[in-house]
């Protein structure tokens, strides 16, 4: 009779698993010196803004508490009902641009400023809605000649169109903006772009040239506004001198 001779059942060996440990601080920063320093000047950048724009709010305040206290009573009060009407007669003005660009029963463009659209209208009805950039309130010149250049509000007038072929004479402060010697004669066709439209005032609606100082799709012309090349060539037809433009 054969005997059985039973199995011992034996745990069977956990696997060997290389040893994990954290890298020191040491090994990290000569693995990645490149990165540390990026880090390291980002952040030092950082702070440094935030030391100027807390001191310019500083004197700020500093400098409005010191014009308040040489107000009499009557006077900071004069100022605060002054500073609100001013206020309320902004909203006000452009509330009225925009039910009048409502309105109007004549083909027209519309551009609230704030929503970077621009609205091609007539009698209330959309034709046709475009993508806008409006370019940044600046001082613009060289002291004491300077001028500021404020987002267009209100109603505009349409003075020419422009085509590809076209000539602008490009102002001298945008030279000097771009940081590029001013020529001789500042009139450049392509200037604005395949196609632009002129503003009784100076405004202008231009697309992306590939020519001249606004040829750069990081800078917008101060003052003014920049679309898309296609939605502009695709309205130009309809488009005449004396249509209105309504900003708000």
């Not at 199995?7 to 020191?24: A, G, K, N, S, V």
């Not at 001082?139 to 602008?168: C, F, H, K, Q």
């Not at 439209?197 to 800078?219: F, K, R």
């Amino acid at each position: 009779m054969e005997q059985h001779t039973p199995q011992l059942f034996t745990t069977p060996p956990r696997p060997q698993f290389p040893e994990r440990r954290r890298p020191h601080w040491r090994e990290f920063r000569r693995a990645y010196p490149g990165l540390l320093a990026t880090m390291g000047f980002s952040l030092c950048l950082l702070i440094a803004m935030d030391v100027w724009l807390v001191r310019k709010r500083t004197r700020y305040v500093e400098e409005d508490a010191r014009l308040r206290e040489s107000m009499s009573g009557l006077q900071r009060q004069q100022a605060d009902a002054i500073l609100s009407n001013e206020q309320n007669k902004v909203r006000m003005m452009i509330e009225l641009v925009k039910r009048q660009a409502q309105v109007d029963k004549q083909l027209h463009l519309a551009i609230p400023v704030d929503s970077g659209v621009m609205y091609l209208e007539q009698d209330g009805a959309l034709l046709r809605e475009m993508p806008v950039q409006v370019g940044p309130e600046r001082r613009v010149g060289t002291p004491p000649d300077t001028v500021y250049m404020a987002a267009p509000r209100g109603t505009r007038t349409v003075e020419r169109i422009l085509g590809a072929d076209d000539a602008w004479e490009v102002p001298a402060w945008v030279y000097a903006e771009r940081g590029v010697a001013v020529p001789s004669d500042r009139a450049l066709k392509g200037a604005l772009g395949p196609a632009a439209v002129v503003l009784i005032g100076g405004t202008v609606i231009y697309s992306m040239p590939s020519v001249g100082p606004l040829n750069d799709s990081a800078y917008v012309l101060p003052g003014s506004v920049r679309t898309r090349a296609a939605d502009l060539q695709a309205i130009a037809a309809n488009l005449k001198a004396g249509m209105t433009v309504y900003f708000y």
